[in-house]
């Protein structure tokens, strides 16, 4: 079983910064890659960032962003701590939702975390 937990939500108001930090437990050997989606209030979940956690050598630490948040977020690992986070800079409005760490052997998700909150006021 595989645990996943994020943290670090808040409220920030525009061109503030934000760091979110996932950490996976329990069976980590079955995590390859770990990423991050949100959920803006009445719109559908987005996948925004993801990262190689593990696997070969080749992919380990390869991250993709995608090109709504690319330039501003940035997706990064601690190994030894089995977490990632997610740097935000220049946050916008639009930036506001639920923000869920997630994990699976490479592109499938298997594991969710439960979401963290960020607002960003005007």
């Known amino acids: 079983q595989v645990q996943v937990v994020e943290s670090g939500g808040g409220s920030v108001k525009a061109g503030g910064s934000l760091t979110l930090s996932c950490t996976a437990s329990?069976?980590?050997?079955?995590?390859?890659?770990m990423g991050w989606f949100r959920q803006a209030p009445g719109k559908e979940r987005e996948g925004i960032a993801a990262?190689?956690?593990?696997?070969?050598?080749?992919?380990?630490?390869?991250?993709y962003h995608s090109d709504s948040v690319k330039g501003r977020f940035t997706i990064s690992q601690d190994r030894a701590k089995n977490t990632v986070y997610l740097q935000m800079n220049n946050l916008k409005p639009e930036d506001t939702g639920l923000y869920y760490c997630?994990?699976?052997?490479?592109?499938?998700?298997?594991?969710w975390g439960k979401g963290t909150l960020v607002t960003i006021s005007s």
């Open positions: 997630a994990a699976g052997p490479s592109c499938a998700v298997e594991y």
């Open positions: 990262i190689y956690t593990g696997g070969g050598d080749l992919y380990r630490g390869e991250a």
């Open positions: 329990g069976a980590t050997h079955n995590v390859n890659r």
